[in-house]
């Protein structure tokens, strides 16, 4: 399932979108007293799928979707005289606490993809080929991003990390795309999390992140967001154990870090979220 050991440096993502109101207004000239849900309105019913009683919010091309958060959870194995530790990180852009008028969609997909570009990552998402980085590549062009070292692929294979090429570099691992084949039988990460014994989503679901940023609550994104990361890595936790690439004793002493990891976030005042997390996954 996997070839290589696993990265001295992981960093597991998730990006959260909502129709491009602004997009909109210039794709269909649209009056400037048009209101966002206005705008968003024409688009979904520019949708071939657009359905007034059955689907008034089709899924819409990624090109037509605004970026809005992008979390992430970094994976650093390290040496120190004490031996073998595994650090983490969460985080994303925006930061938190944040507030609506904080989010520049051209900001944080610089900012993400000039941090992947420099650290070179083995980047992990889940569904992340079909989705995530197609969604970064057309809003980055759209935004006139200029991401150089994010895009710079090695002349061979065992040169470097390709986040291009799937098939001969482990630069961009999609979990989805390594356990699932039929489109038919793909689990969504909140019902494979869930089945795994992991908390899978709290409060809110992908299909209310629009009408949480039409009511301003960019934080409520936010949160949900890094919460989809968290359950990520377990997933890709669960798969790497299942493919032989940490014994019994490194899963175990992982995910005991990975709750003290958590247990220290809760601490600060804007992660105090995460608590909820914890109370959904039993010791």
């Not at 090109?63 to 979390?71: C, P």
């Not at 904080?102 to 992947?116: N, Q, R």
């Not at 299942?242 to 804007?270: D, H, M, Q, T, V």
Request: negative net charge.
């Amino acid at each position: 399932m996997l070839k290589n050991e696993i990265p001295e440096l992981c960093l597991y993502f998730d990006l959260e979108w909502v129709p491009d109101a602004a997009g909109a207004r210039r794709l269909f000239d649209l009056p400037p007293e048009t209101t966002e849900l206005e705008a968003m309105q024409a688009l979904w019913e520019h949708s071939t799928q657009y359905d007034a009683e059955k689907n008034p919010r089709p899924f819409l091309k990624y090109m037509f979707s605004r970026v809005v958060s992008i979390a992430f959870l970094a994976r650093r194995l390290v040496f120190r005289d004490s031996g073998r530790t595994i650090e983490f990180r969460l985080g994303s852009f925006p930061e938190l606490p944040t507030e609506i008028g904080d989010v520049s969609e051209a900001e944080i997909i610089e900012k993400f993809l000039t941090s992947v570009g420099r650290r070179k990552p083995q980047l992990v998402g889940f569904n992340s080929v079909e989705s995530d980085l197609q969604v970064l590549i057309q809003r980055g062009m759209i935004n006139e991003i200029s991401a150089e070292s994010f895009n710079k692929r090695p002349d061979k294979p065992w040169e470097g990390y390709d986040y291009f090429d799937g098939r001969n570099s482990e630069g961009h691992l999609d979990i989805l795309k390594r356990f699932s084949f039929d489109r038919s039988m793909q689990p969504k990460l909140d019902e494979f999390a869930k089945f795994c014994g992991f908390p899978g989503k709290i409060d809110v679901h992908g299909d209310q992140v629009t009408d949480l940023w039409l009511a301003g609550d960019i934080t409520s994104i936010v949160e949900y967001n890094q919460t989809d990361v968290l359950n990520t890595y377990l997933v890709w936790l669960r798969m790497v154990y299942f493919c032989g690439k940490l014994s019994e004793e490194a899963y175990f002493e992982e995910l005991e870090g990975f709750r003290n990891f958590l247990e220290a976030e809760i601490e600060k005042p804007e992660k105090a979220f995460l608590q909820i997390f914890l109370d959904k996954w039993p010791v």
